[in-house]
């Protein structure tokens, strides 16, 4: 399984980016698929995550009703729109994907599959 993810850019504050995440290779119809990010010297976080099947999604306290994570299964590819970005959001940002599927905080850990990241910063 590969992830592939893109859109990372330059944007001011309050500005919105949209992230891609495409995923190749994937045999399994359930599982979930997951937004982390990492700033520097400071370890990965989680961001955001949703089951492949099933319409629930689940957010970091620090990005609920500005990020929204959706994914279109016929192309196994998973977005996250990024609304309102601050200079705190500015990371590297990673896509994962796991097998299983996964209810609230067990979704912040446990993806098997990760892309290479993409860089976002947010200038003030």
């Known amino acids: 399984v590969q992830l592939q993810a893109s859109g990372g850019g330059l944007v001011q504050t309050g500005g919105s980016l949209r992230l891609s995440c495409a995923v190749s290779?994937?045999?399994?119809?359930?599982?979930?698929v997951g937004w982390f990010r990492q700033s520097s010297e400071k370890e990965r976080v989680f961001v955001a995550a949703?089951?492949?099947?099933?319409?629930?999604?689940y957010y970091a306290d620090s990005v609920k009703g500005r990020f929204t994570i959706s994914r279109d299964n016929a192309k196994n590819t998973a977005y996250l729109q990024m609304d309102s970005l601050k200079p705190e959001d500015t990371a590297v940002y990673y896509c994962?994907?796991?097998?299983?599927?996964?209810?609230?905080?067990?979704?912040?850990?446990?993806?098997?599959?990760w892309g290479q990241g993409t860089q976002v910063t947010v200038s003030s």
């Open positions: 994962a994907s796991r097998t299983n599927r996964c209810v609230g905080s067990a979704c912040y850990s446990g993806y098997d599959y």
């Open positions: 290779g994937r045999t399994f119809k359930s599982g979930a």
């Open positions: 949703m089951n492949w099947v099933g319409g629930l999604t």
